[in-house]
T-cell receptor, first 114, second 112 residues
C-alpha cells in the first residue's frame, strides 16, 4: 500500500505552453499533498501544500498564478505549470502522507522547456 | 542559514569501507528526523527514521543529538549499491500536517 502515482514521468514542452502534472494516491486518501521542485544538485524545495477542497498554500517566492494547484478529490492533486519558460525546467515531485506508512513520494516528473 | 545543512561531498570510498555523514538542523522545534536515499533522477526513498536513542538497521546506524541539533548516519561495509545521494530530512510537525524539509544531500560513490 501507500502508492502515489505521478504522471507524466518526463515531458518536453515549448516555451509559453502549459504542462499539467498529476499525482494520484492509489490505495489511500490523501487530504494533503505536497509539491516539491528539485534543480540539479540541489535539495527538494517545497513549492506548495495542496489541501483537498481548499486553496493551496504556496511557499514564499512561488508564484501561485504560474503554478496552479488543484486538489479536487481525496486521491488526485494536479500541478499545472502555466506559460512555461526554460527556467522552469526542473524535477517536480509530489508527496502524500499515508496514515500508517508515513510520507510517500511520486516518481517525479522531469520537465524540460525548450 | 539553511534549515538543514549537509556536506555535499562527494564521498568516494572503497567497497567495505565505513563512512559517516553528518547533518545539522536549525529549528529546535523539529519533531521527527529521517535519512532518505535518492538515486539519480529518481524520487527519494526512506532509508530510516532517526531517534534520540540511536537506531540501527543492518549496516546502517543513525544518531540524533537534540541538544546539538545534529544528526548522523554511519554506513558500515559499504557496497557498490550504496552509491547514491543521502538526504537528511526533518519534520517540523506531525506526519501529514507539515511537509518534510530536506537537506541538499551528501553524495556517496562506492568504488570497487
Amino acid at each position: 500500500g501507500a502508492v502515489v502515482s505521478q504522471h507524466p514521468s518526463r515531458v518536453i514542452c515549448k516555451s509559453g505552453t502549459s504542462v499539467k502534472i498529476e499525482c494520484r494516491s492509489l490505495d489511500f486518501q490523501a487530504t494533503t499533498m505536497f509539491w516539491y521542485r528539485q534543480f540539479p544538485k540541489q535539495s527538494l524545495m517545497l513549492m506548495a501544500t495542496s489541501n483537498e477542497g481548499s486553496k493551496a498554500t504556496y511557499e514564499q517566492g512561488v508564484e501561485k498564478d504560474k503554478f496552479l494547484i488543484n486538489h479536487a478529490s481525496l486521491t488526485l492533486s494536479t500541478l499545472t505549470v502555466t506559460s512555461a519558460h526554460p527556467e522552469d525546467s526542473s524535477f517536480y515531485i509530489c508527496s502524500a502522507a499515508h496514515p500508517t506508512v508515513g510520507y510517500t513520494f511520486g516518481s517525479g516528473t522531469r520537465l524540460t522547456v525548450v | 542559514r539553511k534549515e538543514v545543512e549537509q556536506d555535499p561531498g562527494p564521498f568516494n570510498v572503497p567497497e567495505g569501507a565505513t563512512v559517516a555523514f553528518n547533518c545539522t538542523y536549525s529549528n529546535s522545534a523539529s519533531q521527527s528526523f529521517f535519512w532518505y536515499r535518492q538515486d539519480c533522477r529518481k524520487e527519494p526513498k526512506l532509508l530510516m527514521s532517526v531517534y534520540s536513542s540511536g537506531n540501527e538497521d543492518g549496516r546502517f546506524t543513525a544518531q540524533l543529538n537534540r541538544a546539538s541539533q545534529y544528526i548522523s548516519l554511519l554506513i558500515r561495509d559499504s557496497k557498490l549499491s550504496d552509491s547514491a545521494t543521502y538526504l537528511c530530512v526533518v519534520n517540523l510537525g506531525s506526519t501529514g500536517r507539515r511537509a518534510l524539509t530536506f537537506g541538499s544531500g551528501t553524495r556517496l560513490q562506492v568504488q570497487p
